[in-house]
């Protein structure tokens, strides 16, 4: 199965607003409220910043907000700082494997 | 706090076998699957399979079947994931985690493998 298609990079400066979007289709985004998103800093491991679509875990900013529409879901990060600077990851729920979870692509986020 | 320890950095030959492990704490190892991921110098996340070790229920994706062997030790609290003959390309980092509907909750640090002659 082919992986949730995200945008390879975006960029924005500090104090900004950016979204990054994660297509799917009705057999995972679309059909389902799993989605979820994570930050990668180089070298170190991902990070959970949205689970469920739209939910913060405990000690994640607010300047990070996750929605839905159709069949793509979206993070969008508030008031841009330098340290947001990372890998985004989003994963949701599929119908269509046996495990039951598919990854996008990822997307590089530069504050410049 | 939930933790996902994994053991150190590995470097082996091709052909070489190779056992690496995610030990958990502060939760019921029983009632979470785990999942290992892999990830390729500079590419994305990849998952390779999920496992529950309440019944050692174990799922492989596609392009890990065969390939790899996801285990547990419930006496221990602690996942595996092995090969039995090495490749240049399993050079990657590996990721254990445990896995929620649709994604993942908590994140192990990685185990960075690297297979070279």
């Known amino acids: 199965q082919s992986a949730l298609t995200q945008p390879a990079s975006v960029s924005g400066s500090p104090g900004q607003s950016i979204t990054i979007s994660c297509t799917g289709t009705?057999?995972?985004?679309?059909?389902?409220?799993?989605v979820s998103w994570y930050q990668q800093h180089p070298g170190k491991a991902p990070k959970v910043m949205i689970y469920?679509?739209?939910n913060r875990p405990s000690g994640v900013s607010n300047r990070f907000s996750g929605s839905k529409s159709g069949n793509t879901a979206s993070l969008t990060i508030s008031g841009l700082q330098a340290e947001d600077e990372a890998d985004y990851y989003c994963?949701?729920?599929?119908?269509?494997?046996?495990?039951?979870?598919?990854f996008g692509g990822g997307t590089k986020l530069t504050v410049v | 706090e939930v933790q996902l320890v994994q053991s150190g950095a590995e470097v082996k030959k091709p052909g070489e076998s190779l056992k690496i492990s995610c030990k958990v704490s502060?939760?019921?190892?029983?009632?979470?699957?785990i999942a290992w991921v892999r990830q390729m110098p500079g590419k994305g996340l990849e998952w390779m399979g999920i496992?529950?070790?309440?019944?050692?229920?174990?799922r492989y994706s596609p392009s890990f079947q065969g390939q790899v062997t996801i285990s547990v030790d419930k006496s221990i609290s602690t996942a595996y994931l092995q090969w039995s003959s090495l490749k240049a390309s399993d050079t990657a980092m590996y990721f254990c985690?445990?896995?929620?509907?649709?994604?993942?909750?908590?994140w192990g640090e990685g185990t960075t493998v690297t297979v070279s002659s």
């Open positions: 985690a445990r896995h929620i509907t649709g994604g993942v909750d908590v």
């Open positions: 502060a939760y019921t190892f029983t009632n979470y699957w």
């Open positions: 496992i529950y070790p309440g019944d050692s229920d174990t």
């Open positions: 009705r057999s995972d985004v679309g059909g389902y409220n799993f």
């Open positions: 469920d679509v739209s």
């Open positions: 994963s949701s729920y599929t119908s269509s494997s046996t495990l039951g979870v598919i």
